[in-house]
């Protein structure tokens, strides 16, 4: 048979056997966890003794059942591997159509410079430029992000060929110029790109002098006619839809051809119609508003999504994906390529724990092992097919190489026109738009939720983490982006697990049950806040009375938990370096682990029952890509950024305070009362643990001068608090 090689190979993880063996050893000990619970309660005299003992052992049910899925997407894994060569063999150039569908929110807290270097980093792939197309919705409808877009499209005409003349990696100029070690030995090269370097610098120069100003010059306006469009713009949530084909490239117009006559990537500006009294769904409705518009365009069988600030960091990247979707056996199957989000601007030892490294290097393998990973968001190759609802059939099967692609005759005014019309507001009412087609509403998490819809309509997704990291992103860089963003995500799962959508019924013998059981990692990120916050709270202030709530450490009750919590660390902590962490990294992480569970999914929580109750909506609060000099230097030097007031910080500040008072108070009483001690040594060390971990808040609170310190409105909240917790727990409530 001619076609007989695939273009890609699966491979199943090493070292399973040792994880499942201590997966196993693990759920022995839980079940000795949960004997001694029940053959150690205390009489039912010791009404408080008794009450937290009880509180802690449904802590512990539910860390059991939060335990499960963590262990179901560690138990396989898959990696694939691709043979781009077997791909260009087979196919040469003849490679279908690839629509970019870019999304950018709000012009300061997403600078335009920002988002025009990711537009040109995709408008350079190696891919034949009349087969590709870039697409930019502009939610915050701003003429300064349209501007940059012109400025863009005409850079684009020297960096294209720059690009590819000389191979040229990575392809966003401002990663490319920024990166210090350009050895570059060929002085032709160096002429052109110190001459490119210039002119990208000018350019940046004039996109940010006009981002400070609050509307583009009269000069500049005058020179396109689309400028007048932003005098009828009330604000960014009250306007006309506006669209501009900035590049008419694909050569269907001869004109729009870069520097060396080839022709350019066609490039589209978008900003949808808005109206106050039209819910507008977010990224999710600004995607499909995107989808529409390409599909009347362009139309390309295949679809990339990306953030605004997630650059191409490899070139080769669309052909990595078509070796899953263009392969002949399993490709008509596959509905989406998911590649790993990845981070430039991550300190060395990830103080905020932004790099989601166990997610992507760990758990999404996983979830490729049992069907297929959900949907991140971005970083993302679908099939046109699959946003458009389609229900995969073995009838239905359509091979990439049998698409017939046509591309719209008409000229860009009339495709302008007809396209215009697909962003209005009133243009979905009625449709299957955000439910059974395109991205669906109705979760902040909406990635997942359309991730998993596809999978139930019967597609299987591929996750492809290749060496070469494909894409390039920012994560939050303070302490509060990093905990709001984390908010928005448990609370858009605990919409998701408290709608039909929860993956276990929505899922039901539509997609294999480990894959079912692999999304429930997810979803209870919310409902885990009330136990950890009891874990990290309700023991400690035990101490202060002497209350004993775990088996005495050396009695043979007390050696399974000190294994769980032995091994269980360890354990993570070894994953974690594999994943190319540091040790500090991982301790880092272990810090930002607790503060998500008694901040952000404490409040995703309360703002879920709240939305439940109907007082108030979900927002989608996006996250800053830029911050101000002296706060990113203090991230450069991981120093962790408290200068907020917020309920969030209060939180924090008073668990660490109560810990650090119950780890005093314990040593006093053990100091008079050394008999108790081998009753209370698990909760000292859970203690001394917090205490430890908690370090920099104590920093924070009274021993830092610079604007980074906790405000002292929150440091004389969180110590009253603690101060009145600790205080009436000490003082009655006989035992
Ligand atoms: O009303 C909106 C809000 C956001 N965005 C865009 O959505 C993207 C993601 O927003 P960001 O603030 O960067 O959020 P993150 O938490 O980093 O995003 C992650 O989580 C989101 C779901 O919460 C997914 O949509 C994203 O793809 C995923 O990267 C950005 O390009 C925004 O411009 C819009 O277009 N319209
Ligand atoms: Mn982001």
Redesign the pocket.
């Known amino acids: 048979m001619k076609f007989s090689q695939p273009l890609f190979e699966t491979v199943s993880g090493n070292w399973l056997f040792l994880y499942r063996l201590y997966a196993a050893s693990i759920l022995v000990c839980i079940c000795f966890v949960f004997a001694s619970r029940v053959k150690l309660l205390p009489p039912s005299e010791n009404g408080t003794h008794r009450l937290m003992w009880i509180g802690c052992s449904l802590c512990e049910l539910a860390f059991f059942l939060f335990w499960i899925p963590t262990v179901v997407v560690r138990w396989d894994r898959s990696y694939r591997r691709t043979f781009k060569d077997r791909l260009s063999e087979r196919h040469g150039k003849d490679l279908p159509a690839v629509d970019i569908l ?5 012009p300061v ?2 600078p335009p410079s920002m988002v025009m270097s990711t537009v040109l980093s995709v408008m350079a792939y190696d891919y034949p430029p009349d087969k590709l197309s870039v697409f930019l ?1 502009d ?1 915050g409808c701003s003429d300064l992000t349209f501007y940059a877009m012109l400025e863009a499209a005409s850079f684009s005409k020297k960096w294209i060929p720059f690009c590819h003349k000389f191979k040229v990696e990575p392809r966003s100029p401002e990663a490319y110029f920024s990166s210090p070690d350009v050895h570059i030995e060929d002085p032709v090269r160096k002429n052109e790109c110190n001459s490119i370097n210039n002119l990208y610098e000018e350019m940046v120069g004039r996109v940010e002098a006009i981002s400070k100003l609050t509307r583009v010059p009269e000069e500049i306006r005058k020179s396109h006619q689309i400028f007048k469009e932003w005098d009828f713009v009330s604000s960014r949530n009250d306007h006309q839809t506006i669209l501009q084909i900035v590049i008419d490239g694909n050569g269907r117009d001869e004109t729009a051809v870069d520097d060396e006559g080839q022709p350019l990537p066609s490039l589209v500006y978008l900003s949808r119609e808005k109206r106050p009294h039209h819910h ?1 769904q ?2 999710a ?3 499909n508003a995107l989808i529409r518009v390409s599909s009347r365009i362009s139309n390309a069988p295949i679809i990339l ?6 650059y191409s960091n490899n070139p080769d990247a669309i052909r990595e994906a078509l070796c899953f979707l263009m392969d002949e056996e399993s490709g008509p199957k596959i509905g989406f390529v998911q590649f790993p ?1 990845n981070f430039v601007n991550l300190t060395r030892n990830d103080l905020y724990g932004s790099s989601l490294s166990q997610i992507c290097n760990v758990e999404l393998h996983g979830f490729d092992s049992h069907g297929g990973p959900c949907f ?3 970083g993302c190759f679908h099939r046109r097919d699959t946003l458009s609802g389609k229900i995969y059939t073995m009838e239905s099967r359509e091979h990439l190489k049998d698409h017939k692609h046509k591309r719209p005759e008409e000229s860009a005014t009339v495709l302008e026109e007809e396209a215009k019309r697909l962003a209005d507001c009133d243009f979905e009412y009625n449709t299957l738009w955000g439910k059974e087609m395109g991205f669906k509403y109705g979760a ?4 997942i939720l359309t991730g998993l819809s596809i999978q139930r309509r019967g597609w299987r997704s591929v996750y492809h983490n290749p060496a070469k990291k494909c894409f390039l ?1 920012l ?2 860089t303070t302490l509060l982006q990093s905990l709001i ?1 984390q908010k ?2 448990a609370e ?1 799962q605990c919409q998701i697990l408290l709608s039909r959508y929860f993956p276990l019924i929505y899922g039901w013998g539509k997609i294999p049950f480990l894959l079912q059981l692999s999304y429930c990692i997810y979803s209870p990120w919310s409902l885990q806040s009330i136990p950890f916050i009891y874990y990290f709270v309700v023991p400690s202030l035990c101490l202060l009375r002497g209350i004993s709530l775990f088996p005495e450490v050396s009695s043979p009750w007390g050696l399974p938990f000190t294994y769980i919590i032995f091994a269980v660390t360890l354990h993570d902590a070894i994953e974690c370096i594999s994943c190319g962490a540091t040790l500090l990294a991982w301790w880092n992480g272990q810090r930002m682990w607790m503060f998500k569970r008694t901040t952000s999914y404490l409040f995703a929580l309360l703002d879920n029952i709240w939305r439940i109750m109907g007082f108030t909506n979900s927002a ?4 800053a ?1 830029v911050t101000e000099d002296d706060v990113s230097e203090r991230y450069e030097k991981e120093m962790i950024e408290f200068g907020a007031v917020t309920p969030m910080f209060t939180i924090i500040a008073a668990i660490a305070l109560i810990n650090g008072f119950c780890l005093i108070g314990g040593f006093i009483r053990l100091l008079m009362w050394s008999e108790t001690l081998p009753q209370l040594v698990m909760q000292m060390i859970s203690c001394a643990s917090l205490v430890l971990i908690n370090l920099p808040v104590y920093e924070g609170l009274f021993f830092r001068k610079d604007p980074g310190r906790m405000p002292a409105s929150v440091m004389q909240a969180s110590l009253t608090f603690s101060l009145v917790a600790c205080s009436l727990f000490t003082i009655r409530l006989p035992v």
């Open positions: 870019v999304c950018t929110a709000d807290m997403e919705s939610d507008h977010f990224k409705g600004a995607v999504n990306l953030d605004c600030d997630m989000q991140i968001g971005t902040l998490v909406e990635d992103g994560g939050p963003q928005r995500w858009g989608f609060a996006i996250t890509k």
